[in-house]
């Protein structure tokens, strides 16, 4: 009798522990799809996935040069501005003339340089629009730089001033530098080709190892103005006028070579 109630005792304890046993599972089972459609969690795989994920990183830099003679210029204030939350950067340039910012992706820019005039001069509009590898973005601005004007040299003996009528003499002709580059330009690109048809280029070396491309010799600057707007709308955006008087080179605006050695 005592080994009967024995056998039973151990049946019930076996169905009783396999019945809680199937019911904690399901009830387990229950939790758990809850809890994934109603808070669903990255597994764990992904979570290292998503951290693998490189930063893009977008770099602008560039250079501040003198519009005339395309050589770099110290102490040029860049700035860079952010279009839809006015964000701004700014950058001091030193004697090499180069910038550089920090860019965000799908953002628009607008980046200037403030001339010693305190005038804003070349801007252009970044774009940073669907770039999602980390890139190097590169900018070319042109300013006016003013001329330094030293004093004159107190003398003597009186300066003579020189008869306006010898003006004449000078043989002053317009040209138009559609460009200046360190290494020279294809003759069968379209920066080329879009001009030979109707000038012919005449080609400067510098002594700071630029080559400049220039085109025309116009007696009448009213002519060559007009013919200055015609290559901007070719698509040459930096072409402008240069002076000669005599054969050399002018440094000073063609107002001032006009006003100083006249016209013929």
């Given at each position: ?22 019911l904690n599972a399901a009830s ?125 040299v107190v003398a003597e003996y ?7 009528t010898s003006t004449a003499n ?95």
């Amino acid at each position: 009798m005592k080994n009967q109630l024995v056998l039973l005792t151990v049946a019930l304890l076996f169905r009783l522990g396999l019945t809680t046993g199937i019911l904690n599972a399901a009830s387990l089972l229950a939790i758990d799809e809850n809890t994934i459609l109603q808070n669903p969690q990255p597994a764990k795989a992904n979570l290292s996935f998503n951290n693998s994920v490189q930063t893009v990183n977008l770099v602008l830099i560039g250079i501040v040069v003198d519009k005339k003679t395309l050589l770099p210029v110290e102490g040029i204030r860049v700035e860079v501005e952010e279009n839809n939350s006015g964000s701004r950067q700014w950058f001091n340039t030193k004697q090499d003339g180069n910038f550089y910012f920090k860019l965000e992706s799908d953002k628009e820019y607008k980046l200037s340089a403030i001339n010693k005039n305190g005038e804003r001069e070349d801007n252009k509009i970044i774009s940073t629009d669907n770039k999602r590898k980390s890139e190097i973005l590169r900018a070319v601005l042109q300013i006016t730089v003013p001329e330094v004007k030293s004093d004159p040299v107190v003398a003597e003996y009186k300066i003579e001033k020189s008869n306006p009528t010898s003006t004449a003499n000078h043989n002053i002709v317009f040209k138009i530098q559609l460009g200046a580059f360190r290494q020279p330009m294809s003759t069968k690109s379209p920066f080329y080709t879009n001009v030979s048809d109707d000038f012919k280029f005449e080609i400067e070396n510098t002594t700071s190892g630029y080559i400049r491309y220039m085109v025309g010799s116009f007696k009448d600057i009213a002519k060559a103005k007009e013919e200055e707007t015609k290559f901007h709308k070719k698509g040459y955006n930096k072409a402008f006028i240069v002076p000669y008087v005599n054969n050399q080179r002018q440094s000073i605006s063609v107002e001032e070579v006009l006003k100083k050695y006249g016209s013929k």
